[in-house]
């Protein structure tokens, strides 16, 4: 016997119609009931009786179904277990280690592919809007239209000083005590640039020393002590801290909100929770 058989019989046995059957089958009405009358001259019985309400599984019929049904059931779990996994594209603001990231996400299988934008992660947006992407991680940016939105996380920034830096003595830092110092920030094109030029105009801090280098080279830029610099929590790396300091800031201006946005709504629940779960047990 086929399994093409077997697939044909639940089909009809569930649809109550050989149309309705073929057309879930993508075939034609007599292939379909070519393949019942086959499989009903394998097992010489007759399955199915046709009456005003359509297709009816005979006593016999009633038997096959009830357990051909759990099997094919687990049948089709196992083969799904070995089909390739789709991707699902996600784009990722530099500020966020890879270790946040998900491989998979479980709910809908989908491997997670991520690819990081240069300098703002509000590029992602023409790219969602271009069918490039499938889903993204915007910092401070809660909708938009088109989009399904939702917040993944709220975080705050550290700062990073080298070993012998003057205020590698305090246990937290004010932002005015930071800006008496050289700071090293990311490109001005980044989104953390532009926030944090707006903070300090919002609270009139006095100018300072910047100097703007690539996301890459900021942790060498402190080593090297040209300035200290920021990072959020969910970017600092337990090894980092062999050769630098990280001090929490006193206030809570500094801080960042992180959203994930996506064009297909049946993403959304599921890539917000696999990423949280990530975050958390990273954290742990």
């Known amino acids: 016997m086929e399994i093409r058989f077997l697939e044909a019989f639940l089909a009809v046995a569930e649809e109550g119609s050989v149309s309705k059957a073929a057309s879930r089958l993508n075939l034609t009405q007599p292939a379909v009931s070519r393949q019942l009358k086959q499989m009903e001259a394998v097992l010489q019985a007759r399955l199915f009786t046709r009456s005003y309400e359509g297709m009816q599984l005979t006593e016999r019929g009633h038997s096959l179904y009830n357990d051909i049904r759990p ?10 277990a070995h089909m390739p996994k789709p991707l699902i594209r996600l ?3 530099p500020f966020l280690a890879p270790k946040y990231i998900p491989s998979t996400v479980e ?29 993204a991680i915007i910092e401070g940016y809660p909708e938009h239209p088109g989009f399904y939105s939702c917040l993944i996380s709220i975080e705050s920034y550290q700062v990073a000083i080298p070993t012998d830096h003057p205020l590698a003595e ?3 830092v004010s932002l005015e005590q930071c800006l008496a110092y050289p700071q090293v920030l990311p ?12 903070l300090k105009q919002k609270l009139s801090m006095v100018e300072s020393n910047v100097t703007c280098v690539p996301y890459q080279s900021l942790l060498y830029s402190v080593k090297q002590q040209r300035g200290l610099a920021f990072f959020p929590e969910l970017m600092i790396e337990n090894q ?5 300091l990280f001090k929490k800031i006193a206030r809570g201006d500094l801080s960042r909100k992180l959203y994930l946005h996506t064009t ?14 990530q ?4 954290q742990v």
């Open 91 to 93: 784009g990722v603001t």
């Open 71 to 80: 099997v094919w059931n687990e049948l089709g779990t196992l083969m799904h």
């Open 240 to 244: 980092w801290e062999q050769d630098l």
């Open 264 to 277: 297909n709504e049946a993403y959304l629940k599921p890539v917000q929770q696999s990423l949280q779960a």
């Open 170 to 172: 305090y246990d937290t």
């Open 107 to 135: 709910e809908l299988r989908l491997k997670v592919k991520w690819n990081q934008t240069k300098l703002d992660c509000f590029d992602f947006i023409k790219l969602l809007e271009q069918g490039e992407i499938d889903a």
């Open 187 to 198: 490109p001005q094109k980044s989104r953390f640039y532009k926030n944090w030029m707006a």
């Open 279 to 282: 975050m958390q047990n990273q």
